[in-house]
């Protein structure tokens, strides 16, 4: 006999299984991916503060390069536009999900270019040895956001040319709106940019806090 408590953790726990068991293979993909990149980030973050606490102690001076701010700036603003591809493919409005894409493809560029400037800066700057410690933690984080922004522009490209293709054909239009396959590759998309800007963020806020 099963007790009162097992009983009540099992009925908990039952629905998320259920919605597992119901979710589509690319938001759990998507799901598993993002929570790869957290730990990674995690992990990466708790380094560096421990390396600044514990052997650096204080003795260092490093100031972030306004492109980063840039950069920041306008990943964030990019979340609002992310979050109307779904609403907008409900709506079958193709034409605003390629409008909020080609937004998110130039802003992701965007950052791109910033993020690069911000290295140059970094780079040609006489930064001293204990200050090349904090530029390495940087740059890894820099470049596993590079990765991530970059794949998720060629998404953002696929997918534009994709809706381009069939924004005038009627029938074409009447299959892509009516496919729940195309709504779930929408959903996962708007989540994936939305781990991009948040985490991103989170990261830019961690860096204004213990430097």
Request: net charge negative; aromatic share 14%; proline share 3%.
């Amino acid at each position: 006999m099963k007790s009162f408590k097992q009983k009540s953790i099992l009925n908990s726990i039952r629905p998320a299984l259920v919605e597992m068991e119901h979710m589509h293979p690319y938001r759990m993909i998507m799901y598993l991916v993002i929570t790869v990149f957290c730990l990674i980030y995690a992990s990466i973050s708790f380094f560096f503060i421990r390396h600044l606490a514990l052997e650096l102690e204080g003795s260092y001076q490093f100031e972030l390069p306004d492109s980063f701010v840039i950069s920041t700036i306008f990943l964030v603003a990019t979340a609002h536009f992310a979050s109307h591809i779904v609403p907008a493919y409900e709506r079958e409005d193709i034409s605003g999900i390629r409008r909020f894409l080609s937004v998110l493809m130039v802003t992701g560029l965007v950052f791109i270019i910033t993020q690069t400037v911000a290295w140059l800066e970094i780079i040609k700057s006489d930064v001293e040895n204990v200050s090349n410690d904090i530029a390495t933690y940087l740059l890894v984080f820099s470049a596993i956001h590079f990765v991530q922004i970059a794949a998720g522009v060629i998404m953002a490209l696929l997918t534009f040319y994709e809706y381009l293709l069939v924004e005038n054909d009627p029938v074409k239009m009447l299959i892509i709106t009516t496919n729940p396959y195309e709504k779930a590759k929408l959903l996962v998309f708007q989540a994936y940019w939305k781990f991009l800007v948040f985490s991103w963020l989170a990261i830019f806020i961690m860096m204004l806090v213990v430097l």
